[in-house]
């Protein structure tokens, strides 16, 4: 069973930052292409980057450059840095591994991220 454990969520008022932590299994991290989506009351869930196993990133054009990921394969961790939090990136957060060209994926339970202004 694959799992995928997020934490770093909270309350934040506008302008502040916060990271968000994804731990899974070692026996997958190393294959797995990972990714932080996010879904908004009443909205689809969006993507917000991925980095495969090799290091390379993908991000969306809604980040605006002020999110980052990073992954730590000493420590099987995907990181999601977010700074300049605004009211709009109010969502719940989640972590995703996949591989097999896609075919194989997982989530995360989701984390709460609440922008305050």
């Known amino acids: 069973q694959v799992q995928l454990v997020e934490s770093g969520g909270g309350l934040v008022q506008a302008g502040g930052s916060l990271r968000l932590v994804c731990t899974t299994s070692g026996s997958i991290f190393s294959i797995a292409t990972m990714g932080w989506y996010r879904q908004a009351p009443g909205k689809q869930r969006d993507l917000i980057a991925t980095i495969t196993p090799g290091g390379s990133t993908n991000f969306a054009d809604s980040t605006e450059g002020r999110f980052t990921i990073s992954r730590d394969s000493t420590k099987n961790t995907v990181f999601l840095q977010m700074n300049s939090l605004k009211p709009e990136d109010t969502a719940i957060y989640y972590c995703?591994?996949?591989?097999?060209?896609?075919?194989?994926?997982?989530w995360g339970q989701g984390t709460q991220v609440t922008v305050s202004s």
């Open positions: 995703n591994a996949q591989w097999n060209r896609g075919r194989t994926s997982y």
